[in-house]
């Protein structure tokens, strides 16, 4: 996938998690900040490894996001807490798991189609 359209999306994924702040407060807002912090992963894995297939990708963001949030049964250091949060909440598991597979759809969509010949990976 073209590292351009990536960047945008990052950058579009930032911006849309700030609104969502802005815009409302309570759990919609966690959550769905969670989901688009794990699509932000996602879009970096693909500006760092553009060929990585859908559900690879979305694999690896999950998982990424998932250990960020196990680390926070541990003491994560002031510094990182803006970041990586400093309070473990199970659901936000879920949340993860939410915004990889909508990651993971939107760049399955948006992938060109396998030339003729060859096979969909």
């Not at 700030?18 to 969670?34: Q, S, W």
């Amino acid at each position: 996938m073209p590292r351009l359209p990536v960047a945008l999306a990052a950058a579009l994924t930032v911006a849309l998690g700030l609104a969502v702040r802005v815009a409302f407060d309570g759990p919609f807002a966690k959550y769905a900040g969670d989901a688009l912090y794990t699509v932000l992963i996602y879009a970096l894995i693909l500006l760092a490894r553009p060929a990585t297939r859908p559900w690879v990708t979305a694999l690896v963001a999950a998982a990424l996001s998932w250990a960020i949030e196990f680390a926070q049964l541990g003491d994560i250091p002031a510094v990182l807490r803006p970041v990586l949060g400093s309070t473990f909440n199970p659901p936000d598991l879920l949340w993860y798991a939410v915004g990889a597979a909508a990651a993971a759809a939107v760049h399955a969509l948006a992938r060109p189609a396998p030339a003729r010949g060859e096979t969909a990976s």
